[in-house]
């Protein structure tokens, strides 16, 4: 009975790991900016570039989503935000294959702007959805 126990007890040590559910990583890209600018710069869009074709040509990508910080109040550092994503926007539209497509998303700081020197607000999150997340094909499975 002890043998059995313990031979059961292996079993379910050695397979647990195929129950747990598929971790993807790498699907998000954060880019951080110096404060007052929106220029990606030549060596970090070369970065995000290749970033995105190796997931368009490993997996696929059904969409990508674009994600800024932006504040309650002023409208200056609100402009400069947009003006990241409309930059990020430009350089991955040619990037896209004929059924993907962008989505943008936004969160609204309550903090100052002269604060964002040391926070969040500076950077801008790129998140992909693999295409086989639609398929249920990640990770060799059925929807893990």
Request: one cysteine or more; proline letters at 3%.
């Amino acid at each position: 009975m002890k043998f059995l126990r313990a031979t059961l007890a292996s079993l379910i040590y050695i397979f647990s790991p195929l129950a747990y559910s598929c971790v993807i990583p790498d699907l998000q890209y954060y880019i951080k900016f110096s404060p007052d600018t929106s220029e990606l710069g030549k060596e970090e869009a070369t970065k995000i570039a290749k970033w995105f074709i190796y997931w368009r040509e490993k997996e696929g990508i059904k969409y990508a989503i674009v994600f800024s910080n932006i504040t309650k109040e002023d409208r200056d550092f609100n402009q400069i935000s947009n003006q990241r994503v409309k930059n990020i926007t430009s350089l991955l539209t040619p990037l896209l294959e004929e059924k993907m497509e962008i989505k943008y998303g936004t969160s609204i700081r309550n903090y100052s702007v002269e604060k964002s020197k040391y926070d969040d607000l500076n950077e801008i999150q790129i998140s992909i959805q693999p295409e086989c997340k639609r398929t249920g094909n990640c990770c060799g499975g059925n929807s893990r």
